[in-house]
Nanobody, 118 residues
Framework: VQLVESGGGLVQAGGSLKLSCAAS????????MGWHRQAPGKDRELVSK???????TYADSVKGRFTISRDNIKNTLYLQMNSLKTEDTAVYYC?????????????WGQGTQVTVSS
């Protein structure tokens, strides 16, 4: 299983970025997928997850600003991030669940850095 993130970068507060995660070697369409982030000195946290049917969950800190989506034809997961804040600065990781029914992140991408400047 390989997960490759892209789309990170440096953006000013209030700006937008869209992250992508291309999956291979994995039955993408039937599994739950998620985005996590880890800021310096902090634990990795779940940002958002999406089921195979498209239903989504968000951390309170990003609700209304971030949108997770998936393309089961392209085997790609996305995270649209709008109204970015300095506190969104972190390394963002894509994760793939080992289960269809539950979100159990087992496979991880290498991470992509998102830096939001004031």
């Amino acid at each position: 299983v390989q997960l490759v993130e892209s789309g990170g970068g440096l953006v000013q507060a209030g700006g937008s970025l869209k992250l992508s995660c291309a999956a291979s070697g994995y039955i993408f369409s039937s599994k739950q997928m998620g985005w996590h982030r880890q800021a310096p000195g902090k634990d990795r946290e779940l940002v958002s997850k999406i089921k195979s049917d498209g239903s989504t969950t968000y951390a309170d800190s990003v609700k209304g600003r971030f949108t997770i989506s998936r393309d089961n034809i392209k085997n790609t997961l996305y995270l649209q991030m709008n109204s970015l804040k300095t506190e969104d600065t972190a390394v963002y990781y894509c994760a793939a669940s080992s289960s269809t029914l539950y979100y159990i992140p087992m496979y991880w991408g290498q991470g992509t850095q998102v830096t939001v400047s004031s």
